[in-house]
């Protein structure tokens, strides 16, 4: 362990604020939007159906754009990428808030196109942001500061998700109203785009860097076309899990269980805390059990973790079961970004990037897409019992590949 904090002492300014970019982002994303933007939208009078489908729709952008990110990073520079995709991230989401301006006609259409803005920038932001790491850090530094990074993204979702669920109480002890109307909702999202915008200083301040032409690598395949294809699968079986819950838990507590708006935001807060102190062991878990091995019980632990919420409708076992697919979630997070980049030659490391937010992006999107028509033809406790099946999919997948590699 105190190896562990000589090393985090040893980062260097790059990966200080690669830090600070994510927990920026995470903050917003994970923190106010994860907690409020569905509940927006819910009072906005748009049901699971309508929200599936947009938070779907633009992780199909997500994944569309993602090779195309990738040759942009490549093209112009990592740290240019990083910063045109936080512009576009505080465009999107800023956007997306004026849409009661407009006539309700029209909401729908302003809605999706300002979200795929959106995660155009996310794009840019995810595919970029891995192999800039890779290039700021050493190679004895890696996990720790993957792991660092995972870590970051809990602690900063964790105070999002808190100051989320205080804020629309905040906003009408301020201007009055409910919290049956979208006003008090809209108010506090704007904390969002504002955020994204500080993340913009950030990349803008981050030193340049050029990919790496280092020699190491735990592969010297030069066509990895089936490594490719593999670990696509991979997420994609597995963030189609996740999705089920990160797209609409925060529903599932508010529509179906009652949960009150400051609950719900402590529920996801300590969900997104608790992983922090997980994820600290997240070096020691891959220097003795490898990638492999640690991205096969994660994606196990968040299958089984899934089972309360699948079985139990109340809201103290379907905040464990959050609890322990999150954690699980933290250390599979740092485990796949450093295993795909380990696996390529350096000159792929963009492209491999890719690939995984391809598989991310269509893992929530087909989740996201078709959740809504779960929940309404079989309920909530269906759709985590999907989400559990296809976690333990991808399990199987990773047993495979360890058993082989």
Same mark, same amino acid.
């Given at each position: 362990?105190?190896?562990?904090?000589?090393?985090?002492? $040893?980062?260097?300014?790059?990966?200080?604020?690669?830090?600070?970019?994510?927990?920026?982002?995470? +903050? *917003?994303? +994970?923190?106010?939007?994860?907690?409020?933007?569905?509940?927006? =939208?819910?009072?906005?009078?748009?049901?699971?159906?309508?929200?599936?489908?947009?938070?779907?729709?633009?992780?199909?952008?997500?994944?569309?754009?993602?090779?195309?990110?990738?040759?942009?990073?490549?093209? !112009?520079?990592?740290?240019?990428? #990083?910063?045109?995709?936080?512009?576009?991230?505080?465009?999107?989401?800023?956007?997306?808030?004026?849409?009661? &301006?407009?006539?309700?006609?029209?909401?729908?259409?302003?809605?999706?196109?300002?979200?795929?803005?959106?995660?155009?920038?996310?794009?840019?932001?995810?595919?970029?942001?891995?192999?800039?790491? !890779?290039?700021?850090?050493?190679?004895?530094?890696?996990?720790?500061?993957?792991?660092?990074?995972?870590?970051?993204?809990?602690?900063?979702?964790?105070?999002?998700?808190?100051?989320?669920?205080?804020?629309?109480?905040?906003?009408?002890?301020?201007?009055?109203?409910?919290?049956?109307?979208? /006003?008090?909702?809209?108010?506090?999202?704007?904390?969002?785009? =504002?955020?994204?915008? =500080?993340?913009?200083?950030?990349?803008?301040?981050?030193?340049?860097?050029?990919?790496?032409?280092?020699?190491?690598?735990?592969?010297?395949?030069?066509?990895? #076309?089936?490594?490719?294809?593999?670990?696509?699968?991979?997420?994609?079986?597995?963030?189609?899990?996740?999705?089920?819950?990160?797209?609409?838990?925060?529903?599932? =507590?508010?529509?179906?269980?009652?949960?009150?708006?400051?609950?719900?935001? $402590?529920?996801?807060?300590?969900?997104?805390?608790?992983?922090?102190?997980?994820?600290?062991?997240?070096?020691?878990?891959?220097?003795?059990?490898? $990638? *492999?091995?640690?991205? +096969?019980?994660?994606?196990?632990?968040?299958?089984?973790?899934?089972?309360?919420?699948?079985?139990?409708?109340?809201?103290?076992?379907?905040?464990?079961? +959050?609890?322990?697919?999150?954690? !699980? #979630? &933290?250390?599979?997070?740092?485990?796949?970004?450093?295993?795909?980049?380990?696996?390529?030659?350096?000159?792929?490391?963009?492209? $491999?990037?890719?690939?995984?937010?391809?598989?991310? /992006?269509?893992?929530?999107?087909?989740?996201?897409?078709?959740?809504?028509?779960?929940?309404?033809?079989?309920?909530?406790?269906?759709?985590?019992?999907?989400? &559990?099946?296809?976690?333990?999919?991808?399990?199987?997948?990773?047993?495979?590949?360890?058993?082989?590699?």
């Amino acid at each position: 362990m105190l190896n562990d904090w000589r090393i985090l002492r $040893t980062f260097n300014r790059g990966i200080w604020l690669f830090l600070l970019a994510w927990a920026l982002m995470a +903050f *917003s994303y +994970f923190g106010i939007q994860g907690v409020l933007l569905n509940l927006y =939208l819910l009072r906005l009078g748009f049901g699971p159906e309508f929200i599936g489908l947009l938070i779907a729709s633009g992780q199909i952008i997500w994944a569309v754009m993602a090779l195309p990110a990738g040759a942009i990073g490549a093209r !112009m520079g990592l740290r240019a990428a #990083l910063i045109t995709g936080s512009v576009l991230l505080t465009l999107g989401m800023g956007m997306l808030l004026m849409v009661e &301006a407009f006539p309700r006609s029209v909401w729908a259409i302003w809605l999706f196109g300002c979200w795929m803005l959106l995660w155009v920038g996310a794009a840019l932001n995810t595919v970029n942001s891995i192999p800039y790491l !890779m290039n700021v850090s050493a190679a004895a530094e890696r996990n720790h500061a993957f792991s660092a990074q995972g870590a970051v993204i809990g602690l900063m979702a964790f105070v999002g998700s808190l100051v989320a669920g205080l804020l629309p109480g905040l906003v009408i002890a301020w201007r009055g109203g409910s919290l049956d109307e979208p /006003a008090p909702y809209r108010y506090a999202l704007w904390l969002a785009p =504002l955020v994204y915008a =500080l993340g913009v200083l950030v990349w803008a301040g981050a030193p340049h860097v050029k990919l790496a032409g280092e020699a190491e690598t735990l592969s010297p395949s030069t066509k990895p #076309l089936r490594l490719f294809v593999f670990f696509g699968l991979v997420v994609f079986l597995l963030t189609a899990s996740e999705g089920a819950v990160r797209a609409f838990f925060n529903v599932y =507590l508010d529509q179906a269980l009652h949960v009150p708006t400051a609950q719900i935001g $402590t529920i996801l807060g300590v969900g997104q805390l608790l992983p922090v102190f997980i994820v600290l062991i997240t070096p020691q878990l891959l220097g003795r059990w490898g $990638t *492999s091995l640690t991205l +096969f019980v994660t994606t196990a632990g968040a299958g089984l973790a899934m089972l309360p919420l699948a079985t139990l409708a109340h809201w103290v076992p379907a905040s464990l079961g +959050f609890l322990g697919v999150m954690s !699980m #979630l &933290a250390v599979n997070g740092p485990a796949r970004n450093i295993f795909s980049q380990e696996i390529v030659l350096p000159r792929w490391r963009t492209t $491999t990037s890719a690939i995984g937010t391809i598989g991310l /992006a269509l893992g929530w999107a087909s989740m996201a897409a078709v959740g809504g028509y779960l929940i309404v033809h079989v309920g909530f406790g269906g759709l985590f019992f999907v989400g &559990a099946v296809l976690a333990f999919a991808s399990a199987i997948l990773w047993a495979t590949f360890a058993r082989r590699a």
